[in-house]
């Protein structure tokens, strides 16, 4: 697969590493959005939001370090990404912000109305960001059209296909099965009660979803089983991926709600690892003109820049960690609800 670790590899793994805590951390904050609405009653809503609220925004700041290094470390694939996928991307921004707008605003009114209001927009803007996400990575996986100069010449409608719609609602199956182990995690009583009988049906949504997904990657896209093909150890990876998921459900039936958590982030980091091995050297794959692709050598900075950036990512990465290490240790156990709560 390589011939020896370099540079240009190791800036590849470090933005699969960053965008694998994005996925695992904003991924169950999602989850706890689309669920938003399906609890009943102001209390159980409100326990929803404080279970998220002093993490939410940490947790995007592994989506926005991933992009600064993926500006930094690749520019021409940030370029070629940035403007291929230009309103997909604002629409993401867009919804991101409605949604951390109706965690604020929420609270600032006690008519039912208003509350309403908010808890739809919550909704739509966590169902909105984790569908375009996953169109997003569908794309990638599929591939765009890039000229000869690696810019994008298609529209924004052939970014919506049947594969990029499967991933799409594949991505929102994990998010949403991912955030329910989170609230059980959280809750106590009967909203634990209540969200305990939702991990088994998003668990099912997400399986049947990830079966469809795997087998139309098989028939459409075997360029992503490749490198399987050749190192056939690589199945491994699959294997974890199959049996955290399957651990989730046993440690739920014990009432081990940290460990069904840790299983479900291991569950998401297999599946990052096998995005990341089937897509491998390629970042951009070009469809129909596989030569105009970028790779994760011709989309490069220099090698100086990289190795720069690479003490720079030594200093930082120990410190974005630790940020996030301390916040889950202070915001540790159970939800309770005060004055100044949400």
């Given at each position: 697969m390589i011939d020896a670790l370099d540079f240009n590899f190791l800036w590849y793994l470090l933005i699969g590493i960053l965008l694998t805590g994005y996925a695992i951390l904003d991924g169950f904050d999602l989850g706890v959005g689309i669920l938003h609405l399906f609890i009943k009653g102001d209390?159980?809503?409100?326990?929803?939001?404080?279970?998220?609220?002093?993490?939410?925004?940490?947790?995007?700041?592994?989506?926005?370090?991933?992009?600064?290094?993926?500006f930094a470390a690749f520019p021409e694939v940030y370029a070629t990404a940035f403007s291929g996928f230009y309103l997909p991307f604002m629409l993401l921004l867009f919804a991101l912000i409605f949604r951390a707008v109706s965690i604020?605003?929420?609270?600032?009114?006690?008519?039912?109305?208003?509350?309403?209001?908010?808890?739809?927009?919550?909704?739509?803007?966590?169902?909105?960001?984790?569908?375009?996400?996953?169109?997003?990575?569908?794309?990638?996986?599929w591939g765009i059209p890039l000229d000869a100069a690696h810019n994008y010449t298609g529209t924004l409608l052939d970014l919506i296909h049947p594969y990029s719609l499967l991933v799409g609602i594949t991505t929102v199956a994990l998010f949403m099965m991912h955030g329910a182990i989170y609230l059980v995690l959280k809750t106590e009583q009967e909203v634990q009660k209540t969200v305990r009988n939702w991990v088994n049906n998003t668990m099912v949504f997400f399986i049947i979803c990830y079966a469809t997904t795997t087998m139309a990657t098989l028939l459409y896209v075997p360029r992503m089983t490749a490198a399987f093909r050749e190192y056939p150890w690589l199945f491994s990876v699959a294997l974890l991926s199959m049996l955290a998921i399957a651990n989730i459900p046993r440690?739920?039936?014990?009432?081990?709600?940290?460990?069904?958590?840790?299983?479900?982030?291991?569950?998401?980091?297999?599946?990052?690892?096998?995005?990341?091995?089937?897509?491998?050297?390629?970042?951009?794959?070009?469809?129909g003109l596989p030569e105009n692709s970028l790779t994760i050598y011709n989309g490069a900075s220099s090698e100086k820049t990289l190795m720069i950036m690479l003490i720079i990512a030594l200093i930082g990465m120990p410190l974005v960690i630790a940020y996030t290490v301390s916040i889950y240790w202070i915001f540790r156990g159970k939800v309770k609800l005060d004055k100044m709560s949400y």
């Open positions: 209390t159980g809503r409100r326990v929803f939001l404080n279970a998220i609220g002093p993490v939410w925004d940490g947790n995007e700041v592994w989506l926005v370090t991933a992009g600064g290094a993926l604020e605003f929420r609270s600032k009114q006690t008519g039912v109305r208003w509350r309403k209001v908010w808890d739809v927009s919550f909704f739509g803007g966590s169902l909105l960001a984790s569908l375009l996400i996953g169109i997003t990575l569908g794309n990638i996986i440690e739920i039936h014990l009432g081990r709600e940290f460990r069904a958590f840790l299983s479900s982030s291991a569950a998401i980091a297999a599946l990052m690892a096998l995005f990341g091995i089937g897509m491998f050297p390629t970042m951009l794959y070009s469809v």
